[in-house]
């Protein structure tokens, strides 16, 4: 049994769509890339889960439990951090992140300095004074103070500088290696290739791939280069053959198929070069959506 079971999860907004029959699994230990563009029903699945919102119909359970009949108990072991975080302006960081640490029953305050400390943040500060990015580390440390055995992660590095990412990377790598099972929603393609395992793929509220990374990008189409005397982009207009173009002498195109056939044709002229290359995870996720 997978840490998150989802099955034919629908939620409507009045006529709206929100996401339609969404189904997918997590597996314990795993991180879970979930990508789509803004709108395409991300934060509406996380949300869900978290019960915070019900569903049209479907279900969906969390450590084997509905998420729907057990939402409080079952956020004492989850993390979360929003696209987007509100607090209580006035307050200072401290007392914000200790009110946090008190929903809890453990002592959370080892954890929350070291946190704390790590992302640099100023403990002392009114929330009201923070920047967006230091706002971003107080959601940061509140949805890790607690050791949780799952974490959702919503677009989590907006508005953190390129130093401060790398420390969050990090922090999330460790903590899956003690065990913690993420699940990492964001639409930087590049994040999630260096963080995830698995992807699923969201558009328009429903779910259309779901993959390992590695299989995705192996069982796709390859990007294909090649400089030969005499080519022309009419010679290879083949199946399979997407997206040609002629330029400064070489002919650029992707190409789904037996990569043989194409190593028969351009071995019938006079190459100088040839370069085959997998895709990157942004120019899979393009496809989907072209």
């Known amino acids: 049994m997978g840490v998150i079971e ?13 996401i339609i029959d969404v189904s997918f699994q997590v597996g314990e230990g795993e991180i879970f890339g979930f990508i789509g563009p803004n ?44 696209s987007e975080v509100f607090y209580y302006e006035r307050m200072k ?22 946190l704390a400390e790590l992302m640099e943040l100023e403990m002392n500060r009114r929330i009201e004074d923070l920047s967006y990015g230091n706002r971003k580390k107080v959601g940061i440390v509140q949805g890790l103070l607690h050791q949780p055995k799952l974490l959702f992660l919503d677009e989590p590095t907006a508005g953190l500088d390129p130093l ?13 290696q003690r065990g913690v099972t993420v699940f990492f929603s964001s639409h930087i393609l590049g994040e999630v290739q260096r963080m995830c395992n698995r992807v699923g793929i969201i558009k328009e509220g429903r779910l259309i791939e779901i993959a390992d990374i590695r299989t995705l990008q192996q069982n796709n189409y390859k990007k294909v280069r090649v400089t030969a ?60 959506y072209e």
């Open 229 to 288: 005397d005499g080519l022309d982009a009419a010679f290879l207009d083949l199946p399979g053959v997407t997206n040609l173009e002629q330029q400064n002498g070489a002919i650029r195109f992707f190409y789904k198929g037996d990569i043989n056939a194409i190593l028969h044709k351009i071995g019938a002229v006079t190459v100088s070069d040839v370069t085959i290359e997998e895709p990157t995870l942004e120019e899979i996720f393009m496809h989907y």
């Open 6 to 18: 989802v099955n034919n999860l629908t939620k409507y907004y009045g006529k709206a769509r929100g």
């Open 39 to 82: 709108g395409a029903g991300k934060s509406t699945t996380i949300r869900l889960l978290l019960s915070l919102i019900h569903p049209t119909s479907g279900s969906a359970t969390i450590f084997g439990k509905d998420c729907f009949l057990h939402g409080p108990e079952l956020r004492r072991d989850i993390g979360y951090l929003p």
């Open 164 to 176: 401060m990412q790398a420390k969050f990377f990090q922090l999330i790598r460790e903590e899956n």
């Open 93 to 114: 960081v401290i007392d914000l992140l200790k009110y946090s640490a008190s929903f809890y029953e453990r002592d959370c305050t080892q954890r929350m300095n070291e």
